[in-house]
């Protein structure tokens, strides 16, 4: 019976620490954007090569060639969009990301969900670094899987669920 108690005792303590971390991860975000002053952007040009990093089901830091590193945020938990394989950047105008507005972030694979894109700010390499060290996700590799058609393509292309 001792047994059982200390099992579920860990299990329980393990549970916990897992929930924890991830309240402290969007704590520490929040308060990054505020201490590091992040002004928050209206859009951005995406007319080069894209790299994505998810850092949370909430958080995604995007690297366009030519052009910098920057962090997007979306209004709901995207549902699991860290383990996507493969995600979209549904764009209303072309070559362009903009806060607000219909532009999304859809996981697409063996899941689809979509979120609206809420915030958009400009990361220097070291800022950059720092979210990706806090992040809950072991190893937050970029991927080249992102595509981003117009919004209204994205149906055309078989994009959707």
């Excluded at 549970?15 to 990054?32: A, H, M, Q, T, V």
């Excluded at 920057?70 to 969009?81: E, M």
């Excluded at 362009?96 to 999304?104: E, G, I, T």
Aim: proline share 2%; glycine share 6%.
């Amino acid at each position: 019976m001792n047994k059982y108690i200390n099992t579920l005792s860990v299990v329980a303590t393990i549970f916990l620490f897992g929930c924890s971390n991830r309240i402290n991860y969007e704590k520490n975000i929040n308060s990054f954007i505020a201490d590091q002053k992040l002004a928050p952007m209206e859009s951005i040009d995406t007319g080069g090569a894209i790299k994505y990093r998810a850092l949370n089901d909430k958080h995604i830091a995007l690297t366009i060639q030519n052009s910098g590193s920057y962090l997007l945020t979306v209004r709901a938990n995207c549902q699991d969009i860290m383990n996507a394989t493969k995600i979209v950047l549904a764009t209303a105008a072309e070559g362009v990301v903009q806060v607000n507005s219909r532009d999304k972030i859809v996981r697409i694979g063996d899941k689809y969900s979509e979120c609206l894109v809420s915030g958009l700010y400009k990361l220097h390499s070291g800022q950059l670094e720092q979210l990706v060290s806090w992040s809950y996700r072991r190893d937050p590799s970029w991927s080249n899987n992102l595509i981003y058609p117009l919004f209204y393509d994205v149906k055309s292309r078989g994009l959707e669920n």
